[in-house]
Structures are given as C-alpha cells and as structure tokens.
C-alpha cells in the first residue's frame, strides 16, 4: 500500500521564523508532489507542486524534493499568523492522476 | 467560474437512510474524485471518474456508489448509511499534472 507520512504535530513557531514541514513517501515511481493548506473547516488549497530534485520557490514558500531519499519538504519563510493552518502532502499514486495525501501537520505561528 | 460546488453544506442522516451527494464543476475537467476526511487525518480517496461513463474504486469504496453521465456532474451515492460514513466529503476535479481542486465539501453526520 501506497503510504505518505508527514509529522502529526503540532508545530508551532514564533512570527517571522521559517517553519519546516516535512513528509516522505513510500512509492520510488511518484513523479508529482503537492503542498495543500487547509484551514480549519475549509477545503484543501493547492499551495505548491514540485516535479524534479531540487527547490522550487514560489514568494514565501519553497518546495524541495529528494526522489533518492523520498523526501519532500515545505519551507515557509517569514511565516505570519494567517499561515497557521494544517498542511497536508500529496504524491501521485497510480493512474488517472490519483493522490496519495497524509495525514497532515498542524502549523500555529504566534503573534 | 464557480470551480467546484457541492450540495449540500450540511447534513444529518438516520441510520439506513440514502441520499446523494452532489458535485459539479464548470472547467471542463476530465478527471474528478469523490475523498472523504475523518477528524485529524487526511483525506482517504472513495471512488475517482476519468471521464463521462467511467468510474472506478479508490481505497474506501464501501457503502458508496458513483455515476458520471457528463462531465461536469459527479454525484455520490450513499446507501444504507451508517455512523461510520459521518465524515467530511470532499469532491475534486483535475485536468493535467495532478493538481486537484477542491470542492467546499459537506458535513455529514449520521446518528
């Protein structure tokens, strides 16, 4: 079975720091990677996609992939109050386009 | 465009009862799928369509059915509900490179 484990938290970091939100991946043919944010009682939010090894930046946030390890990480700099929301992980899992999500990793930053 | 909807936002049911859940999107997306979200955890895929007239099972397919007649309607069917299908029910649809969208979900508690 295809598994996503990502860290349960919570993570909790202080206004302006950068908040490191990890998550790794058991299927070694995944080739697409996302970032979702989900606030409280809404729907997930495609933040970030990532296809190749290396960084992606996009503003605040950086995506960073490592197919050899099966690791995918999500940065968010200068992280802000209205970042607090649980991020969840997803990895292409078969055909039609199907996804594989974690469980998710609740972020709080502190005013 | 209105992207995603679902109908409806909220919704109790007795145990036993039927009743179909309801989504559509307006951007011509072949792909759409049918997840569901249970307190703390990620999202857990019901069934997925690849296009009008095709349908096929996710991870947790029981107790539910689907139909894809057009493109734009993806309706959910829940038969003889039980407490253990009180969840969050979320629809998507995608187009290419994996990246789904979200609908604004529905709350469904059975008692």
């Known amino acids: 079975q295809k598994e996503v484990e990502q860290n349960s938290g919570p993570l909790s970091v202080p206004e302006g720091a950068i908040a490191s939100l990890n998550c790794t991946y058991s299927?070694?043919?995944?080739?697409?990677f996302f970032w979702y944010r989900q606030y409280s009682g809404k729907s997930p939010e495609l933040i970030m996609s990532?296809?190749?090894?290396g960084d992606k930046e996009d503003g605040r946030f950086t995506a960073q992939l490592n197919k050899a390890s099966q690791y995918v990480s999500l940065l968010i700099r200068d992280s802000q109050p209205s970042d607090s929301a649980t991020y969840l992980c997803?990895?292409?899992?078969?055909?039609?386009?199907?996804?594989?999500f974690g469980s998710g990793t609740q972020l709080t930053v502190l005013p | 465009n209105a992207g995603v909807t679902q109908t409806p936002k909220f919704r109790i049911l007795k145990i036993g009862q039927s009743m179909t859940l309801q989504c559509a999107q307006d951007?011509?997306?072949?792909?759409m799928y049918w997840y569901r979200q249970d307190p703390g955890m990620g999202l857990k895929l019901i069934y997925y369509s690849v296009g009008a007239g095709i349908t096929d099972k996710g991870e947790v397919p029981n107790g539910y059915n689907v139909s894809r007649s057009t493109t734009e309607d993806f309706p959910l069917r829940l038969e003889l509900a039980a407490p253990s299908q009180t969840s969050v029910y979320f629809c998507?649809?995608?187009?290419?490179?994996?990246?789904?969208?979200f609908g604004p979900g529905t709350r469904l508690t059975v008692l």
């Open positions: 998507a649809s995608s187009y290419s490179e994996n990246e789904q969208f």
């Open positions: 990532i296809y190749s090894n």
């Open positions: 997803a990895v292409d899992s078969g055909s039609a386009r199907q996804l594989t």
């Open positions: 299927d070694r043919v995944s080739q697409s």
């Open positions: 951007m011509n997306h072949n792909y």
